[in-house]
């Protein structure tokens, strides 16, 4: 435990670290290429009244894409009649993307947290918590995914795409089309999940010498992974319990959209559409991806770039990527630690996955 500590205290340093380097990276960049006396000329221009409410429109706008992300996975759990509050899960994913956005590198990250915190709530059943998390992760991504190809090719045919971003955005659908694959084959194929359970079986067997603890890990991890399949062809028998689901993945991405349309409406600036921040905001979700390590400077970066790309003058693109990075950034890390100790997660930094896998079986999850 001691060793993992240490592991993410250092990990801790090395992101803090990285985000004061990128974070200095972006204040150069708009001093050398927005400029600031620009920047403090927009902002003392605004009508006050005008900018505060639209900013409140923006910080409601993130709230309700949070909630409604969670609706996602409470959905997916009221399904299977486990029965979680809304609140808990809404804490649950806010404390996973403080994972993500705060220790990108480490062992432990956002979606494996959200599982060990709904551990619990699901009767100590880790496959209905990791197969629900992962299916609401699959729907969200499904409609993340059509607005990035959609965007994506908007804006290959009537802008000149930085060529920079064609081949990572490329990667990342491959990426993902495959994580996604390869989900499905655990879920769906007759056999895969036994294949997949003796080939971790095997691992154990290797490196876990003690027969009982060997015997009593291979349990967990053949009732998880059996659990999760089973999970899965539930949803698989009955499509219409995803409705809901999808549905509610459809208005997250839309209030995420209307964050950023607030920004900009805030900032007096209303000669952009929701279809190009559209296009904007899965790209720079797609290059977020891709520069986990370095959650600051490269992002803000590219999203002044890529607005600038659709009219948007720089110094109000630069005015806005830096209010919606701190509500969309840094909003989430002010408020995720608070979150972490009330809800009584600080095991989570500390040794991961390691309680729930301590915890005595239960049976199989009846589809």
Same mark, same amino acid.
């Given at each position: 435990m001691q060793k993992v500590g240490n592991r993410l205290r250092l990990v801790g340093r090395k992101t803090l670290a990285f985000m004061a380097v990128g974070l200095v990276a972006f204040i150069l960049y708009l001093w050398f290429f927005v400029g600031f006396n620009s920047l403090f000329k927009l902002l003392s221009e605004l009508n006050v009244y005008q900018y505060s409410l639209f900013f409140g429109l923006a910080v409601v706008a993130l709230f309700a894409a949070v909630i409604f992300d969670s609706l996602i996975w409470h959905s997916l759990l009221k399904s299977l009649s486990v029965k979680i509050k809304l609140r808990k899960l809404v804490f649950y994913n806010w404390i996973g993307n403080f994972i993500e956005l705060v220790i990108p590198s480490a062992t432990i990250g956002g979606e494996v947290a959200r599982i060990a915190l709904a551990h619990k709530e699901t009767n100590n059943d880790t496959g209905i918590a990791a197969a629900t998390v992962i299916g609401s992760r699959i729907i969200s991504t499904f409609v993340y995914s059509g607005g990035l190809f959609i965007g994506f090719v908007l804006l290959l045919f009537t802008h000149q795409l930085p060529v920079y971003l064609v081949t990572p955005v490329i990667l990342v659908a491959i990426g993902t089309a495959s994580v996604i694959g390869f989900i499905f084959l655990i879920a769906f194929k007759d056999g895969a999940a036994d294949k997949i359970a003796g080939f971790f079986?095997?691992?154990?067997?290797?490196?876990?010498?003690?027969?009982?603890?060997?015997?009593?890990?291979?349990?967990?991890?053949?009732?998880?992974?059996?659990?999760?399949?089973?999970?899965?062809?539930?949803?698989?028998?009955?499509?219409?319990?995803?409705?809901?689901?999808?549905?509610?993945?459809?208005? &997250?991405?839309?209030?995420?959209?209307? +964050? @950023?349309?607030? *920004?900009?409406?805030?900032?007096?600036? #209303? =000669?952009? &559409?929701?279809?190009?921040?559209?296009? +904007? @905001?899965?790209? *720079?979700?797609?290059?977020?991806?891709? #520069? =986990?390590?370095?959650?600051v400077g490269a992002v803000e970066v590219t999203m002044i770039n890529l607005f600038a790309l659709y009219g948007v003058p720089l110094v109000i693109a630069g005015a806005a990527t830096t209010i919606a990075r701190l509500l969309t950034f840094w909003s989430q890390v002010i408020v995720g630690y608070p979150l972490i100790e009330w809800v009584g997660a600080k095991s989570l930094l500390k040794g991961g996955l390691k309680n729930v896998f301590h915890l005595p079986p239960t049976a199989p999850h009846q589809p």
């Open positions: 079986n095997s691992i154990v067997k290797h490196v876990v010498k003690n027969p009982q603890k060997q015997q009593s890990i291979c349990e967990r991890i053949n009732h998880g992974i059996h659990s999760f399949s089973d999970v899965f062809r539930t949803f698989k028998d009955h499509p219409r319990q995803l409705i809901k689901p999808t549905l509610y993945a459809i208005v &997250s991405w839309i209030f995420n959209l209307i +964050v @950023y349309l607030m *920004i900009f409406y805030a900032l007096n600036f #209303t =000669a952009i &559409s929701l279809v190009d921040l559209a296009t +904007v @905001y899965c790209i *720079i979700t797609t290059v977020e991806t891709i #520069t =986990a390590g370095i959650p």
